[in-house]
């Protein structure tokens, strides 16, 4: 019998909906407001804050457009349910009010997380479905390919040995960077083996028409 | 100058049934301190490749220069220094990892005083240090690996030879064996090395592939000039 697939442990706790969470919303676009989301789950903390901690983590794959850019993911957030003021933090002459994820907040982060999945396969496939529109021109396709491939060796030259001695990662910018490099360094293998499968079907065919012509 | 240089090389393998070309026209310029990795699949010519770039073999064309000078006319003295080329150890002997290190300089005749010091050096380089009395059927395969690579650090070569060193080696030891690498060549050694797994190809500072005897890569040297597809297909059709 084939095993149903394996739930992520974050989807068994479906979270309470609250009444007054109005009518399912359209699905959340906004990369920035979903990066912005993962750093109150990470730890609660205040917009300012928010705003370095996201140039930090996220630089050279997310970028704001300002500071006020966390302002205004926060409301988008906020509206939506996905956190809360943390009670007690409004005080002071310049308040500084900390933001928590609600139960919602982590069900629908982790599906979003889920969902990259099927980003990437689409993403995939609308590249296979592109290159395929090359079956007259096979030797156009092994030039495409070839850039392809280069373009996957660099991206391999470019990551690092993560150069860990066995220890578990200190910090999460640390266990962030060890997990992408690993999923980088996987997904370059599965490319070039690709590649090279794509690459003898190209062969076949141009045997082929030259069998024809 | 280049330290390693493969020019045009073909390399084929024929007998009574087979005419096959494992390496077709490949060239290649690695300099001092360089870490390349090349990639491919089973059977794509990797070893052969490797062998042939160490001075094992010889090409059937073109030429394979170490310090310019033409590996067809060094030769045996290449692989005893300038060239260390890595051979999986088999884990089923009874020698100690000292002895793995120490036996070939004895065979040169170093004295064993010498070689013991030497070998020390080669298996601390490595990370060994506190298995050199280890036989090598206790050894993981990720030591093994190490093991073989101290096998030929103590010759003090300047260009290190590797054949997939992290095939079969458990993904927590995988990393270290390629970090190693990695220093190789920050301390100025070369190293040119094969893989199975893409992981390898991380951090180098040369990634190629090979698939069916051609080594591909990009460019060292700042991008080749970029010719439009329509032009070129008309040249394919012009020859």
């Known amino acids: 019998m ?3 697939p394996r739930t992520p442990a974050f989807l068994y706790t479906t979270p309470v909906m609250p009444a007054e969470r109005e009518v399912q919303a359209a699905p959340m676009q906004s990369q920035v407001n979903w990066a912005l989301l993962g750093l109150v789950i990470e730890r609660p903390s205040y917009a300012y804050e928010l705003a370095r901690r996201f140039e930090r983590t996220y630089e050279g794959v997310l970028a704001l457009s300002s500071v006020s850019h966390v302002y205004t993911a926060l409301a988008v957030l906020r509206e939506r349910e996905l956190i809360e003021e943390l009670p007690g933090t409004r005080v002071g002459r310049q308040p500084k009010p900390h933001y928590q994820a609600t139960a919602n907040g982590l069900a629908d982060y982790g599906q979003w997380l889920v969902g990259q999945v099927d980003e990437d396969l689409r993403r995939q496939r609308l590249f296979v479905l592109a290159l395929a529109r090359f079956i007259r021109d096979p030797h156009a396709a092994l030039e495409i390919l070839a850039g392809y491939e280069q373009a996957c ?21 640390e266990l962030a960077e060890r997990l992408a490099a690993e999923e980088s360094r996987l997904a370059i293998g599965a ?12 062969n076949a065919l141009i045997e082929a028409q030259g069998a024809r012509a | 100058m280049s330290l390693l240089e493969l020019d045009a090389v073909t390399k084929r393998y024929r007998d009574d049934q087979l005419d096959r070309i494992v390496l077709r026209d490949v060239s290649l310029q690695l300099d001092g301190g360089e870490l390349a990795v090349v990639w491919g699949v089973r059977g794509c010519g990797r070893s052969t490749l490797l062998r042939v770039a160490a001075g094992i073999e010889a090409p059937d064309a073109g030429a394979v220069r170490f310090d310019g000078r033409d590996l067809a006319s060094h030769g045996d003295g290449v692989l005893g220094s300038g060239i260390g080329y890595c051979q999986r150890l088999s884990q089923g002997s009874a020698e100690t990892a000292q002895e793995v290190v120490m036996l070939p300089l004895l065979a040169a005749g170093v004295a064993l005083t010498g070689a013991r010091s030497r070998a020390h050096d080669a298996l601390e380089r490595v990370g060994l240090a506190a298995c050199a009395a280890l036989r090598l059927s206790a050894l993981t395969t990720g030591e093994a690996a190490r093991l073989s690579l101290a096998r030929v650090l103590v010759h003090d070569p300047r260009l290190v030879v590797v054949d997939d060193p992290i095939q079969g080696v458990d993904l927590l030891e995988r990393d270290g064996i390629l970090a190693l690498l990695r220093s190789l060549a920050d301390d100025g050694l070369t190293v040119l090395a094969s893989a199975t797994e893409s992981t ?10 090979l698939s069916a005897g051609e080594l591909r890569g990009p460019p060292p040297h700042g991008l080749a000039p970029v010719v439009a597809l329509r032009s070129a297909g008309a040249r394919r059709a012009g020859a």
Not at chain 2, 200 to 209: F, K, M, N, Y
């Open chain 1, 2 to 4: 084939i095993a149903p």
């Open chain 1, 153 to 173: 060796l660099t991206e391999a030259q470019n990551t690092p040995v993560p150069g860990h001695d066995g220890a578990c990662a200190a910090s999460a910018p």
């Open chain 1, 191 to 202: 490319k070039l083996t690709w590649v090279e499968y794509v690459r003898r079907e190209l």
């Open chain 2, 200 to 209: 390898a190809l991380s951090g180098a500072d040369r990634t190629l592939t």
